[in-house]
Each structure stands twice: as C-alpha cells, then as structure tokens.
T-cell receptor, first 115, second 111 residues
C-alpha cells in the first residue's frame, strides 16, 4: 500500500517568508508526527497528533511554528517568518497507534532551505 | 531524562563483519525501542524494534539485545554487506508517544 507522502520534496525560500509543508499519512493511521532533522543530526520531535485529542506541541521550537491536521488525515506544518536556522529536513511519520502497535512509518521528508 | 545516547558516531567494517551499535537511555518509563535505517536523501525506515519484556529479538541478519537493568540496548548486524552502508538511529518511546532519537551512527561496509 501507499506509504507516507510529503510535499514538496524540496523548498527554497527567502528569509522572512512563510512556508507550508504537507504530509499525507498512511490511510487508517490515527497518529501523525512531525520531526526535524538538521544536517548530519538526529531527529528532533516537533508535534504529535493523536485522533481527536489536543496535539502535543511540546517540541515546537518557537511560536513561528504551527501545525494542523484536517479531518484526521492530512497535516500541514507552517513556518512563519522563516530564519536560516530553520533550514533542515522536515519529516512526517504516521502510526496505527493502538495497543501493541507503536510502529512509526516515515515519509521521504521535505528539504527546506532558507536563503 | 529524555535523552538517548548512541555510540559510536561512525563505524567502518569489512563485508562479513558484525558491526555493533549501542544506545543508552535514562527514562525507565520508555517501553518501546526501535531502530531505523536511513539512506542519503531518504526518510528513516523502521528496521526492527523491541519491548522491555524480552532480552533479544532477531529479524533476518539484524538482532537487538536489550539490557533492562543497565538501560541499554544494541543493534548487531550479522554478515554485514555493502548494501547495509547507511546511517542507523536508535530511538525510545512510551506507548504511542513521540520517539526520542539517538544522534545516529554512520556505518560503512567495505567489500
């Protein structure tokens, strides 16, 4: 079946502009996660959506970052007034998220470059 | 308490060797420990995962060893192949919550 898809695959933007990154999770997966991977670094948690519950936003680095998930499926990560330090690969993952099934499956990522 | 420490940062082995990557965690509430494999330009792919109720899990050439008392777990790759050359990440999580990732190990397997 189809995996997690993300768009765009690459995004170059000027400092100060807003960007929107999209994630389509695996069909039927109720949990959706956003992570950030800076060059040569590990993955840093950003935000987590689980069904209709309030999202866990504890990883968002500043109030310039926000995310929403519409209809329990597609999610959009928005970065306002981008800064050069926002340059990274933004990864989305989804999970069935029920007892004994914690596996998170990642999309290919969106490489964001802020010039 | 939320950190996962991974070592080594990089590893070079010859084909057929058995690279071992180690991770340590602090939070005893973690109950799920996956390993991911990442090739350049791709997203991480789930390789194998373990729960704390077992000490070892094997899937093909990949084995996780888990030491609950030491709060450590490791990945062993048997009969390593050049195609295994990638970056490997350990992670830890609780229930379906976010994963905390190690910093990654870049593995190179030479023919």
């Amino acid at each position: 079946g189809a995996g997690v898809s993300q768009s765009p695959s690459n995004k170059v933007t000027e400092k100060g502009k807003d960007v929107e990154l999209r994630c389509d999770p695996i069909s039927g997966h109720t949990a959706l996660y956003w992570y950030r991977q800076s060059l040569g670094q590990g993955l840093e948690f950003l935000i987590y959506f689980q069904g209709n519950s309030a999202p866990d936003k504890s990883g968002l680095p500043s109030d310039r970052f926000s995310a929403e998930r519409t209809g329990g499926s597609v999610s959009t990560l928005t970065i306002q007034r981008t800064q050069q330090e926002d340059s990274a690969v933004y990864l989305c993952a989804s999970s069935l998220s029920h007892a004994r099934s914690y596996e998170q499956y990642f999309g290919p990522g969106t490489r964001l470059t802020v010039t | 308490q939320q950190q996962v420490k991974q070592s080594p940062q990089s590893l070079i082995v010859q084909k057929g060797g058995i690279p071992i990557i180690n991770c340590a965690y602090e939070n005893t509430a973690f109950d799920y420990f996956p390993w991911y494999q990442q090739f350049p330009g791709k997203g991480p792919a789930l390789l194998i995962a373990i729960r704390p109720d077992v000490s070892e899990k094997k899937e093909g050439r990949f084995t996780i060893s888990f030491n609950k008392s030491a709060k450590q777990f490791s990945l062993h790759i048997m009969d390593s192949q050049p195609g295994d050359s990638a970056t490997y990440f350990c992670a830890a999580g609780r229930n379906t919550d976010k994963l905390i990732f190690g910093t990654g190990t870049r593995l190179q397997v030479f023919p």
